[in-house]
């Protein structure tokens, strides 16, 4: 991370000493900060880079703010001149304020959250949850359904409606509106009085109490962010594919991890004969992975390989995101990919991988290092393998 924080130093007197001297005039206030030198803001600029800067968690973040700060920057030259301990703290409220809000998915329609930092504890949009459950895309009807339910639990005494809180959350139209929202309990009593197979369905989601495999296995992936195996493996390799499915299959398939022996077909595709695994994957693997067409292209051929009796799709996936990570610095958001869209340019890919390309590549995101892109991007991961 240190090298990061030398070239944007560097850059920080760079661009004081561009835009300094047609700054120098206005300063003649009193004020404190407006009586510092060119040479002085330099110096102050430089040692702000390097205090504050090095308490971020990863180099990541370091970079993703000083590319914030480098953008306004250049945008308004004049902000050099301020005091940089005063604009950084401004700066760090808002990088910190966006980590402050989450948006998961649920089925593909997305549930958003605030953190109540006094509280220590997140609160869920309930127009979101019941929109969730109820498969509803009409917002006027989520919103009338739960002005009906408020009214039959106001009846009922029920401390559910006295339970929620108005919060500010960000809408489709990029403004934000209070909202009513529950905590993580309220969440939980809400889902119970919709009392219909969909709410349970939910309610194992967010509480992670699936005990299919696949919702035992869903568990696994969330975890794998926290357990720091990702930061081990070697992308691209069939052993990294191997470690993957053993940790999210582990205990789940007793084949979890082990290449498959036997040959296997879905919709009517029959995938590689396994008795060539031998040569086929070392083949793959030697594929290069520099570029984004090389990189969907072993991808491609992984997939057609279909290496393990189950969980596929959900293990290349992951590895796929490694080596975007590894070569490009970019990772997919798979939430920006309609899961229908996905399957057909998939089952198309075999022939002409253009369509696949041409999902993937427009939702490619630097936020590589992120906790909520990669949660969104198992919780689409595992939706895609839904049985509709």
Known sequence: MAHYTIIFTIFA?????????????????VDRKKKLSKDGLQKSWARVFNRKLLRLQSSSASLELLFQITEILLVNPKECMNTPDEYFFSIMAKHKEQHKKSI????????????????????????????????????????????????????ENSQLVSATNQLKLKASDGKYYKTDTLDAEGVTLLAKQINNTK??????????????????????????????????VDPGTIKCLQQIHAYLFGGLYDFAGQIRTKNISKGGFTFANCMHFPA????????????????????????????FMEGNG?????????????????????????????LNAMRESVADSTHIKALVQPVLTTKIDDREMFMKGIDYSYYYEQND
């Open 314 to 342: 959900r293990s290349t996936r992951i590895w796929l995101d490694l080596m975007l990570k590894r070569s490009l610095k970019r990772c997919v958001d798979w939430s920006q990919i309609d899961k229908n869209d996905y």
């Open 199 to 232: 709410a349970m369905n939910f309610l194992d989601w967010f509480l992670y109490s699936d005990n299919t495999i696949d919702g035992q296995s869903k568990k696994k992936a969330y975890q794998l962010f926290e357990s720091g195996i990702l930061k081990t």
């Open 104 to 155: 998961r998915f649920f089925n593909d329609r997305e549930v958003r959250a605030v953190w109540d930092e006094e509280n220590n504890k997140w609160w869920f949009s309930v127009l979101d949850i019941i929109a969730a459950i109820n498969e509803q895309d009409d917002y006027q009807k989520t919103r009338n359904y739960w002005k009906y339910l408020k009214t039959k639990l106001r009846k």
């Open 13 to 29: 007197y760079y661009l004081i000493h561009i835009f300094g001297k047609s700054n120098q005039q206005n300063k003649r206030s």
């Open 280 to 307: 086929t994957l070392q083949t793959v693997e030697r594929m290069p992975e520099t570029t984004f067409d090389e990189i969907m292209d072993k991808y491609i051929e992984m997939n057609v390989a279909h290496p």
